[in-house]
């Protein structure tokens, strides 16, 4: 797969970007990202402030989402309960890991 300079977007820890923004790099339905802000899967930085901004890094939050829809044709439900069970196995390895260097 080739990939152009212009689709390239740096996720550094301070950028923001908009809720249609997400839906436009992912492919997700407004009401998907919207799913996924109500479950708080992807959180705005500021709640108060409107329209919601996001950090960059949700940008492969969404396309995660979105891979996990298409790949296993699950509704937004069950695309929900996916990421947050890989966002628990992710932080279960790290404190194993951590464990693991902690005992040698």
């Keep these: 797969m080739k990939v152009n300079q212009s689709e390239w977007i740096s996720l550094d820890e301070h950028g923001v970007c908009s809720a249609q923004f997400l839906t436009e790099v ?8 919207n799913e996924l802000i109500d479950n708080d899967v992807i959180v705005p930085v500021d709640d108060s ?6 950090p960059l890094f949700c940008i492969a939050t969404v396309n995660r989402a979105r ?3 298409d790949d296993f044709e699950l ?18 390895q790290i404190e194993l890991d951590a464990t693991r260097a902690h005992i040698r």
């Design 49 to 54: 402030l409107q329209p919601s901004s996001f």
């Design 75 to 92: 509704d937004s439900h069950g695309m929900v309960l996916a990421l947050k069970l890989l966002y628990r196995i992710d932080a279960l």
């Design 26 to 33: 992912s492919g997700l339905s407004d009401d998907e990202i």
């Design 67 to 69: 891979r996990l829809r």
